[in-house]
Every structure is written in C-alpha cells, then in structure tokens.
C-alpha cells in the first residue's frame, strides 16, 4: 500500500482539533517532504522518525516519501507528531494493517532510539480525541496517568514504537525500560499549599472579614499594611475558604496544567482551587503564557478557578502588573502568534499584598520612615489606577497587637467555609437560569437591571459617586460586593447596612458596623 493515514491532535490554546497524518510512498529519489504548515520542531521529525524506525528493527523506504498534516491551515506547532507520523509511514510501507489504526489517534515524540517521550498536553488531546468519538488513543507511558482522567475512551500507554507496533500486530509486546520523567519546570510547592487554619491568626477581625467575602463571592482582594501583619498569612488562608471545583472546572484547570506541564503520572483532576503565587519579579510572558512550539499557559492561567496571589505587588515591573487588567475584565487571556491565536482560560481572584512604603514603616511605630515624599509617591503609583478600580476589597492590614483585643472568638477555617458555601447555593440559585455563578461575575447592566438595590441603598451609593468616592466601575463592584454580604447573611436583598459594609471594605474606610453573618432561621432563596 503506498498511501495510508493516521489521526493526531494539535492544539491551539486549550482547543484541541484533530490532524489527519498521510503518508504517501512514490517512485523517485530518496527524500521525505513534510507538509502541511509544520514548525521548526515538527519539520525536524523527518530526522527523527527516520532513526527511530531504523533503531526499532524496521525498514524505512528508500523511495520518495511525503508526509502531510492536515488541515494544511491549521498551524502545526511541538514534536508529539512524531509516532502518528511514524506509524502513517510503516502503514504506507505495508508493515501495519492499516485496519488496526481505525478510530485511533496517536501522540508522542519518538527519540532517536525509538524511545516514546512525554508530551505536554496529553490530557487537552486526549478529551478532544475523546470528543470526536475516537475508541482508543496511544500516548506516552508517561502520560498515561492524565489521559486515563477522560472517561469514555481507551487509554494505551507505549514505551516505545516497538511497543506500539506489537500492540497493532497483535503479537507480545517487548519489555521495556521505564522511561525517565522529564524534570518539572514549575514547583508544586506554587500550586499546593501547607495545611493552614484560620484558627491560626490572632485577632485580624477586618482582614478575616475581608477574605470571608472575597471567597465567598469570588472578588478581587488588595491587602496592604507594615510587614509581619498577616497580610500573606490571609492571602494563604482564603485558599482553605474556598468550595470545591464542580467536574466541568475541575477538567477545566486539569487540562490547563497539563498543557503548563504540572500533572504527574499519576496525577488525578484538580479538585481544590489552585493557589498560584509568582514571585513580583516575574517577566510579563511568565504571567500570561507563551513560548516557542506548543504555547504554554502562563500563571494567570494555572490560577484559572483559583487564586492569584502577588506578594509585594508594588515592586513588580508596573506595565507587567498591568497586563491583568484585560483577564481580569474577560476571564481569557490570548497569546497572539503570526500564525494563530492561542486563547487560554483566566478567570481567577486576585489577591495583591504591599508594604505601606518601600522601607515599610510609613504609619507604624516600628521605626522612623526613612522614605522621602517623592519616593512614597512613586511606590505608590507603581500600582496603577485602573488595577486598584478593579479590586473589589481593599483592606489596611494593621498588626496583630492592635487588633488582639476586640474580644471576639476565634472561628476556624472550616466554620468559615461553611458559610461560604451557603452563600455560594444562594448565589447559585439565585443565577440558575444564567450563565453565572458568582456576584463577582455578574455584568454591570444586568445587575443593575435584574437585582436592583433598594432606594435607600442606591441613594446612598449615590451619595458617594456624586462626591467622588467611587468611579462607574467601583459603583457596580460594590453593588456586587453588598449582595455577596446579604448572601452571607442569607438575607433576601441587600440593606443599606450591608450596602455601607460593601463601601467600607471596598474604600478601606474601618468597618464601623459589621453585618450580621449568622445564616437566618429556615432557607432563603
């Protein structure tokens, strides 16, 4: 047989498509062609698949030999074409029924021994493949743990070319070693964090508050105050007030830290929000994604569902920070190539941290602040306007010896937790019939439309929007915030109480008077 095919995934972004693999073997010079918009990478598999067929006990064609990916208008990027292509060719050759790759989509990059490699993104390739109703799926032995993640499709994990050759034949499969984990480029130490409690904070009524309604309605968090006041002992502890993710989430974030080369072999889905936390002097393409071959979603995409959190947000690059100003708004973020756009989700909470000033002590009495008033302007500045507009809750986090003695008791994580999903349910009932789940989400014209406030409430917003205290953005976000307070309280509708809550922990004014968070009696819907 001179012509045969085989099926692959490309992926764009998180869109995985499938990519048809042909090999066609004619009379001519000896010559393999590869076509069909290929990469560097991929154009460099006509080298590799060549000795890997040797090296595996097989004859390559000493005749003309074309290789085509198509369609030839989708940007082919990575080398995890390399078995498909492989496997096309011996099938053109006449070495494989060609009836034994039927509804089979093959990835994975061949070394030049034959050795099957692990590839980024098996789990994204595996539910597309799944998606266009494909029986089986052959992927790197490394691999296997992620791809078995996708119910409804057959999973074999190859070693080698070997391997998968003898499974096609249907003859034993040769032994062979266990291939060596490529080494993590990202630690899991910033995607899993130490089991921490609320219990373990001292006082801190304002900024446990503060994080109480940023998880329970998903809003943005700006936590600022002298150094060791528990600013980052919040920011750590908001994680553990978080729900679970639903199933259609927890594949979401899973196939985007495959792609981002976080899930092990034995990985299962991400079930618990991730907690992302880049260090401020991280470049812009480590934030957002990018990279040569097979884009690579950047930081603010593993935090998809989960939490960002930016540590001394003020001494990060200011026009970096400000590249979270489009995700922040969309919940997408897009990594633009000359030949494809790749689209990544983005839609997390961000939680910033900063020092009163750059030496720390403006405000305090730790210490004389050796900052002069130019250098407390331009500290201040490098956390622009437009981001700052974008935090729904902005609390000065004071020391924990001028906060010990409110008298209040100390509520664990879990109690607090608890009411965060009750107000989670009532958000999402209250949204059922839409596309959100969240206040946080909710578009400004739809919530003013569908879940007005009351006129006392309004009017008091008013208020503070003629006097200058809140901008068209900041009007809505703390009609957003009130009611992720009302649903805290399982009230029906926001009070001018918690409308004067939402302003406070939006303007970072003291909270004079906290709303009742104790659920009332029976449900309220």
Same mark, same amino acid.
């Given at each position: 047989?001179?012509?045969?095919?085989?099926?692959?995934?490309?992926?764009?972004?998180?869109?995985?498509?499938?990519?048809?693999?042909?090999?066609?073997?004619?009379?001519?010079?000896?010559?393999?062609?590869?076509?069909?918009?290929?990469?560097?990478?991929?154009?460099?598999?006509?080298?590799?698949?060549?000795?890997?067929?040797?090296?595996?006990?097989?004859?390559?064609?000493?005749?003309?030999?074309?290789?085509?990916?198509?369609?030839?208008?989708?940007?082919?990027?990575?080398?995890?074409?390399?078995?498909? @292509?492989?496997?096309?060719?011996?099938?053109?050759?006449?070495?494989?029924?060609?009836?034994?790759?039927?509804?089979?989509?093959?990835?994975?990059?061949?070394? +030049?021994?034959?050795?099957?490699?692990?590839?980024?993104?098996?789990?994204?390739?595996?539910?597309?493949?799944?998606?266009?109703?494909?029986?089986?799926?052959?992927?790197?032995?490394?691999?296997?743990?992620?791809?078995?993640? @996708?119910?409804?499709?057959?999973?074999?994990?190859?070693?080698?070319?070997?391997?998968?050759?003898?499974?096609?034949?249907?003859?034993?499969?040769?032994?062979?070693?266990?291939?060596?984990?490529?080494? $993590?480029?990202?630690?899991?130490?910033?995607?899993?964090?130490?089991?921490?409690?609320?219990?373990?904070?001292?006082?801190?009524?304002?900024?446990?508050?503060?994080?109480?309604?940023?998880?329970?309605?998903?809003?943005? =968090?700006? +936590?600022?105050?002298?150094?060791?006041?528990?600013?980052?002992? =919040?920011?750590?502890?908001?994680?553990? %007030?978080?729900?679970?993710?639903?199933?259609?989430? &927890?594949?979401?974030?899973?196939?985007?830290?495959?792609?981002?080369?976080?899930?092990?072999?034995?990985?299962?889905?991400?079930?618990?929000?991730?907690?992302?936390?880049?260090?401020?002097?991280?470049?812009?393409?480590?934030?957002?994604?990018?990279?040569?071959?097979?884009?690579?979603?950047?930081?603010? &995409?593993?935090?998809?569902?989960?939490?960002?959190? @930016?540590?001394?947000?003020?001494?990060?690059?200011?026009?970096?920070?400000?590249?979270?100003?489009?995700? =922040?708004?969309?919940?997408?973020?897009?990594?633009?190539?000359?030949?494809?756009?790749?689209?990544?989700?983005?839609?997390?909470?961000?939680?910033?941290?900063?020092?009163?000033?750059?030496?720390?002590?403006?405000?305090?009495?730790?210490?004389?602040?050796?900052?002069?008033?130019?250098?407390?302007?331009?500290?201040?500045?490098?956390?622009?306007?437009?981001?700052?507009?974008?935090?729904?809750?902005?609390?000065?986090?004071?020391?924990?010896?001028?906060?010990?003695?409110?008298?209040?008791?100390?509520?664990?994580?879990?109690?607090?937790?608890?009411?965060?999903?009750?107000?989670?349910?009532?958000?999402?009932?209250?949204?059922?019939?839409?596309?959100?789940?969240?206040?946080?989400? @909710?578009?400004?014209?739809?919530?003013?439309?569908?879940?007005?406030?009351?006129?006392?409430?309004?009017?008091?917003?008013?208020?503070?929007?003629?006097?200058?205290?809140?901008?068209?953005?900041?009007?809505?976000?703390?009609?957003?915030?009130?009611?992720?307070?009302?649903?805290?309280?399982?009230?029906?509708?926001?009070?001018?109480?918690?409308?004067?809550?939402?302003?406070?922990? $939006?303007?970072?004014?003291?909270?004079?008077?906290?709303?009742?968070?104790?659920? %009332?009696?029976?449900?309220?819907?």
């Amino acid at each position: 047989m001179a012509l045969a095919h085989t099926w692959s995934v490309a992926l764009v972004g998180l869109e995985g498509h499938l990519v048809e693999v042909e090999a066609d073997i004619a009379q001519g010079l000896p010559k393999t062609t590869l076509i069909g918009l290929p990469d560097t990478s991929l154009s460099e598999a006509r080298d590799r698949v060549r000795a890997a067929v040797v090296n595996s006990g097989e004859r390559f064609p000493d005749r003309k030999v074309t290789i085509g990916l198509s369609p030839a208008t989708l940007p082919k990027t990575g080398s995890h074409y390399d078995v498909a @292509i492989a496997l096309s060719l011996l099938t053109a050759a006449g070495a494989v029924d060609p009836g034994a790759l039927r509804r089979t989509a093959i990835i994975g990059e061949l070394g +030049l021994d034959g050795r099957i490699r692990e590839v980024r993104g098996a789990l994204a390739m595996t539910l597309a493949a799944s998606r266009a109703g494909f029986d089986r799926i052959v992927v790197p032995d490394l691999n296997v743990g992620e791809a078995r993640l @996708i119910p409804g499709i057959e999973v074999y994990g190859a070693r080698s070319l070997r391997q998968v050759l003898a499974l096609l034949r249907g003859t034993e499969i040769p032994d062979e070693a266990p291939p060596r984990a490529e080494p $993590r480029l990202v630690s899991e130490s910033l995607i899993r964090l130490p089991e921490v409690d609320l219990e373990d904070i001292i006082g801190q009524r304002e900024g446990r508050r503060a994080i109480e309604a940023a998880a329970a309605g998903g809003h943005h =968090l700006f +936590l600022h105050g002298p150094p060791g006041s528990g600013k980052t002992m =919040l920011a750590e502890r908001l994680a553990g %007030l978080m729900p679970d993710l639903s199933t259609d989430d &927890s594949l979401e974030v899973s196939a985007v830290h495959s792609l981002a080369g976080l899930l092990t072999n034995d990985a299962e889905l991400v079930h618990r929000p991730p907690f992302i936390a880049p260090h401020h002097t991280a470049s812009l393409a480590s934030l957002v994604g990018g990279g040569t071959g097979v884009p690579r979603p950047g930081a603010i &995409s593993c935090a998809h569902r989960g939490i960002l959190f @930016i540590d001394e947000a003020p001494e990060m690059h200011p026009l970096t920070l400000d590249t979270l100003r489009q995700p =922040l708004e969309s919940g997408f973020v897009e990594v633009h190539r000359a030949a494809a756009v790749a689209k990544f989700p983005a839609r997390f909470m961000l939680v910033l941290a900063a020092n009163p000033c750059p030496c720390g002590l403006s405000g305090t009495n730790q210490g004389i602040c050796s900052c002069t008033p130019q250098h407390l302007a331009r500290y201040r500045q490098r956390i622009s306007g437009p981001i700052k507009d974008r935090l729904d809750i902005q609390r000065q986090i004071l020391p924990a010896a001028r906060t010990v003695t409110d008298g209040q008791p100390v509520e664990s994580t879990a109690v607090v937790a608890a009411r965060v999903q009750a107000a989670r349910d009532r958000q999402a009932h209250r949204y059922r019939e839409s596309a959100w789940t969240l206040n946080s989400e @909710i578009p400004g014209p739809v919530l003013r439309r569908e879940h007005p406030l009351d006129d006392a409430s309004q009017k008091l917003l008013e208020e503070h929007y003629s006097a200058g205290r809140l901008t068209a953005r900041g009007f809505d976000r703390v009609v957003r915030l009130a009611w992720t307070l009302t649903d805290l309280a399982g009230a029906p509708i926001p009070t001018v109480d918690q409308t004067h809550e939402a302003f406070q922990l $939006r303007s970072g004014e003291p909270l004079t008077q906290l709303a009742d968070v104790r659920p %009332l009696k029976g449900p309220t819907q």
